[in-house]
């Protein structure tokens, strides 16, 4: 698909937002561009730490374990600000034509949400005789994985060490 192409749809879905919106729509698109250009040219642990959201460097967890609800941390409240910022990336991230990509959907999520400190986590698993790779993001031991939050990690995925990228 061309960037014309691209552009046009993005301009009619754009009529359907409000004003107010458009300056951080335009910022997100902004970090798309940036973010896109990043991983295309640079080694991730640059690219993510840019974006503020550095590789996890915990060690591994078993995917397949269930968190107790003990061991449950408090639940994630997002600001308006957060709120609005993740519903822009998941916006323009939603565009024909744009890399939506789960690694690309962590990074800018992971950039909204930076001041608190979110970790960018990298899996692996063996499906059907081929390696498949998810990225998530990892904050106030909550996961969020396309766009929701979740209480423990994409179940079948093992995480990768933060050296392995």
């Known amino acids: 698909m061309s960037a014309v192409t691209t552009l046009r749809r993005l301009a009619r879905g754009a009529r359907r937002v409000p004003l107010s919106r458009w300056p951080g729509l335009v910022r997100t698109a902004g970090l798309v561009v940036a973010i896109e250009i990043g991983v295309r040219t640079a080694r991730l642990p640059r690219v993510s730490g840019w974006a503020g959201v550095p590789l996890a460097d915990a060690p591994p967890t078993p995917a397949s374990s269930a968190t107790p609800a003990t061991d449950r941390p408090a639940p994630l409240e997002l600001s308006v600000r957060e709120r609005v910022g993740v519903e822009d990336a998941r916006r323009v991230l939603s565009v024909p034509g744009v890399d939506g990509t789960c690694l690309r959907q962590s990074l800018l999520v992971g950039h909204v949400l930076r001041r608190r400190a979110p970790r960018l986590v990298l899996g ?16 106030e031991g909550w996961t ?16 990768l060490p933060a050296g392995v990228s």
């Not at 969020?144 to 995480?159: K, M, S, Y």
């Open 144 to 159: 969020i994985d396309d766009f929701h939050v979740l209480a423990r990690p994409p179940v079948g995925f093992e995480r």
């Open 124 to 139: 692996v698993a063996k499906r059907g005789g081929a390696v498949a790779a998810h990225a998530w993001i990892e904050v």
